[in-house]
C-alpha cells in the first residue's frame, strides 16, 4: 500500500468516522431528555397522588401535638384517685396511646420534623415525671396545678414542633 491509497482510504473514513460520532451524539443527548422528562412525569404523578398523604400526615401529627399538650391533656383526662403515681402513669399511657395510634404518620414526614414531634413527646412526659417527683406535689390535684403553673414558665414543647411542623408544611406548599 502507498500513501496515496492511504490518504484515500483516511479521506472516506474520517468523515464518516464524523459524522457517526456526531449522530451518536445527537441519539444520546435525545434519549438522555427523553428519559429526563418521563422521570419528571412520573414525579409529577407521583406527587399528585402522595401530595394529599403527606398533608393528611401532617394534619395528625398537628392534631397529636394539640392532644398531648399539657394543659389541653389535664382537662382531657381527669385523675381516677388522688394518687399523684396512679395520675402521672395515666397521663403518660394517654400520651403513649396516641404516639402509637399516629406512629405510621412518619412515613410521609420528614426526618427532622419526626424528631421534633419524638423531641415534644418525651419533653412532655420527662416534664410531667420530674413534676411528680417534686416533694410540694403531694396528690393528683396538685400535680395538675403544679403542671399547669409550669406551663405558663416555660415555653411548651409542642408549640415549638408545631411552628416546625407549620414550616414544612408551607415549604411543601
Not at 451518536?24 to 414525579?43: C, T
Not at 402513669?89 to 424528631?115: A, G, K, R, S, V
Not at 413527646?121 to 415525671?129: D, G, H, L, Y
Request: charge should be negative; aromatic fraction near 8%; include cysteine.
Amino acid at each position: 500500500m502507498n500513501a496515496d491509497t492511504i490518504f484515500e482510504m483516511l479521506m472516506y473514513a474520517v468523515p464518516s468516522l464524523i459524522t457517526g460520532g456526531v449522530a451518536y451524539y445527537l441519539f444520546d443527548h435525545h434519549f438522555k431528555d427523553q428519559q429526563n422528562a418521563r422521570r419528571w412525569l412520573s414525579q409529577r404523578e407521583n406527587q399528585k397522588h402522595s401530595l394529599p398523604l403527606r398533608l393528611q400526615a401532617y394534619e395528625r401529627m398537628a392534631l397529636f401535638l394539640e392532644r398531648i399538650n399539657p394543659a389541653k391533656l389535664l382537662i382531657r383526662v381527669a385523675p381516677v384517685s388522688s394518687d399523684k403515681s396512679h395520675y402521672q402513669n395515666l397521663l403518660i399511657q394517654h400520651i403513649e396511646q396516641e404516639f402509637e395510634h399516629n406512629l405510621t404518620q412518619q412515613i410521609y414526614i420528614t426526618d427532622d420534623c419526626w424528631t421534633m414531634i419524638l423531641t415534644a413527646k418525651n419533653t412532655i412526659i420527662q416534664n410531667i415525671r420530674k413534676t411528680t417527683a417534686d416533694p410540694s406535689v403531694t396528690d393528683a390535684d396538685s400535680l395538675r396545678e403544679k403542671i399547669l403553673s409550669n406551663l405558663l414558665q416555660d415555653e411548651v414543647a409542642t408549640k415549638v414542633a408545631l411552628e416546625y411542623l407549620k414550616t414544612e408544611v408551607s415549604q411543601i406548599l
